[in-house]
């Protein structure tokens, strides 16, 4: 896994992006260290989904650096496929897996186990997806096998399902986008179990929310990103999560006084 | 232990169709036994639906990845001229046949460019293909027929239209070898992989390292070459080319694929299912007219077969947790939605 001298498995210095006029980023530096889990907050429309797709090699930045673990990436050649290669794995929340398909499938969707005419060895395919759902995520005696079809399964094992498959592809980083929108409570908890199985497997780990609740208990260090900017970016020490509301409502406050102001 | 959620008989990929597809042709063994019961109907039957066999296998791919070709009648057409043309100018009959396959696999590449680039919506981009290519081969022929007779007794037409014993035309297996070569293609391959996704959510695939625009490319030139070998079956049959010789086979291929189980909204792809939905249209124009209930029938039974297979197979698909049911299908299923409360 290369350079094992690296403060940060990623990092964002200065990264900007733009779509046509519209500024979706400006000035973003930001990190994440080793077996850390950072919680990244921001409203609807902050740049979150944007931040991710740079990270993860589905949008090049404007301008900026990225570095994994240490190195330098150039955007030209870094995409989706490259950042599975560097152990970046995301999990999306509702675009991670096919609906139609087996879990077997899912797992090895873009990097299929294949002999030399590009034929798959379903057999191992099968047996390592095995594997991942009954050991890694836990998925005994629920009904749910190899065989399954992902339109079958419930918001939370879905999510549980996608969190397996980043965790097998021995990702050092992976990335949640919003992986609770749209959950039961109960299932937002399962889904909460299996980030804090990241955590004990020494991975690293972004967790993209705009619901804080969710990610205070799990994450070490939480970065606030509004329109575009980063504004806030301190360790779990530093805050409870009553000065955490406290801020974010404070913060929404003086925005809107802002705009009222103009 | 690894678990299967369909059981029994159901398992079997393109099972309902098969049923079918029995059924129909024991139907026409009672009402038809001088025809049903003997091969020769069998023989000819196999010979005239071959073409439309290798079309059907390459749409359910298309199908699949949830787009759609129209444009394959005109592939027949222009890719039969371009063999006939090329046959009465160089007397030779490999490379004509060669070049025929190149020309449908540029049309199909040109479909998959097209609709990629551009992002024009596959169905309006092959119906205007079809038209383009439709119109340059009226064009350029002057809507003349060509006659390629002397390529009977060369070694490629025995090879890809001969009669195997005096009784079994070659292009059956050429056809039904193509077709499970399909069938390994979607089912077993990292390709076919690609293409189910896409069809099922190409934002997944995209995500997940998929290489969308490529793959349909593909995808397109893959059914643009099929076409152009179903061309070739065709000509060399009828050792004759003639303007609109692919007009007939747009409805009855994809009544084949979509009889066949495969579903119009993509992801699932059923290749076995295309073969026996392709038995099934290609048997019932034969078997009515041969049963004596008249010609004007057919189409009539076409369409409620074809609406009966496909309600079957919505059916039988459901899988309720682990077991299979048809009766707890039934009730369930979308015609039944509206007589219980919910």
Request: with cysteine.
């Amino acid at each position: 896994m290369g350079d094992k001298n690296f403060q940060y498995i990623l990092e964002m210095k200065n990264v900007g992006m733009r779509f046509g006029n519209v500024e979706a980023l400006r000035n973003i530096n930001f990190s994440v260290g080793k077996n850390e889990v950072v919680g990244l907050l921001g409203d609807n429309g902050a740049g979150k989904s944007t931040m991710v797709k740079i990270m993860t090699g589905v949008l090049h930045p404007t301008c900026g650096e990225l570095y994994i673990r240490g190195q330098k990436v150039t955007a030209k050649d870094y995409n989706v496929k490259k950042a599975h290669k560097y152990g970046i794995e995301t999990v999306y929340q509702d675009k991670s897996l096919g609906e139609k398909q087996t879990l077997w499938r899912n797992f090895f969707i873009g990097r299929q186990i294949t002999n030399r005419f590009g034929f798959i060895n379903i057999k191992k395919e099968k047996e390592i997806a095995n594997n991942i759902i009954m050991d890694m995520i836990g998925f005994r005696g629920v009904g749910i096998g190899v065989d399954s079809k992902v339109s079958k399964l419930s918001g939370g094992e879905r999510q549980g399902i996608a969190i397996g498959r980043a965790m097998h592809f021995d990702a050092d980083l992976i990335i949640l986008d919003e992986p609770t929108v749209a959950l039961s409570v109960k299932e937002v908890r399962k889904v909460l179990q299996f980030v804090d199985k990241i955590r004990i497997s020494g991975r690293s780990c972004v967790y993209i929310s705009h619901n804080i609740g969710h990610v205070y208990d799990i994450a070490d260090r939480f970065v606030i990103i509004d329109r575009g900017m980063v504004v806030a970016n301190f360790s779990k020490k530093e805050m409870t999560l009553e000065k955490l509301d406290e801020f974010l409502l404070r913060y929404a406050s003086k925005k809107r006084g802002d705009e009222l102001e103009i | 232990m690894i678990k299967t959620e369909k059981k029994g008989l159901l398992a079997i990929e393109g099972f309902p169709v098969m049923l079918v597809f029995i059924v129909i042709i024991l139907a026409f063994m009672k009402t038809a036994p001088n025809a049903f019961l003997r091969p020769t109907i069998y023989m000819s039957f196999l010979t005239y639906n071959a073409p439309t066999l290798v079309l059907a296998a390459g749409l359910t791919l298309i199908i699949t990845a949830g787009e759609i070709d129209l444009s394959f009648p005109s592939v027949i057409a222009f890719c039969g001229m371009v063999f006939a043309y090329l046959y009465h100018i160089t007397g030779m009959v490999f490379l004509p046949f060669l070049a025929a396959l190149a020309t449908g696999a540029f049309i199909g590449y040109m479909n998959g460019l097209i609709l990629t680039k551009i992002g024009i919506p596959s169905i309006m981009t092959t119906l205007g293909t079809n038209f383009f290519w439709t119109g340059l081969t009226i064009l350029i022929s002057g809507g003349v027929s060509l006659n390629v007779n002397p390529i009977k007794g060369s070694f490629l037409h025995t090879l890809l239209v001969g009669r195997i014993g005096d009784l079994f035309p070659a292009q059956a297996i050429w056809s039904i070898g193509l077709t499970i070569f399909i069938w390994y293609l979607l089912n077993r391959h990292a390709f076919g992989e690609s293409i189910m996704f896409i069809g099922d959510n190409v934002n997944v695939a995209r995500v997940m390292g998929v290489n969308v625009d490529s793959t349909k490319i593909k995808v397109f030139t893959l059914m643009g070459l099929m076409g152009g070998f179903a061309a070739c079956l065709l000509t060399f049959e009828m050792t004759n080319f003639w303007t609109n010789q692919g007009s007939g086979f747009l409805l009855p291929v994809m009544a084949a694929v979509f009889i066949g189980g495969t579903s119009i909204s993509g992801g699932e792809g059923r290749v076995i299912g295309t073969l026996f939905g392709m038995f099934i249209v290609g048997s019932l124009e034969t078997g009515v007219t041969a049963s004596g209930i008249g010609g004007f029938w057919t189409r009539l039974t076409t369409g409620l077969i074809m609406l009966g297979s496909i309600a079957l197979n919505i059916v039988l698909d459901r899988t309720n947790g682990k077991r299979v049911c048809f009766f707890e299908n039934l009730r369930n299923s979308v015609f039944t939605k509206g007589l219980k409360k919910e």
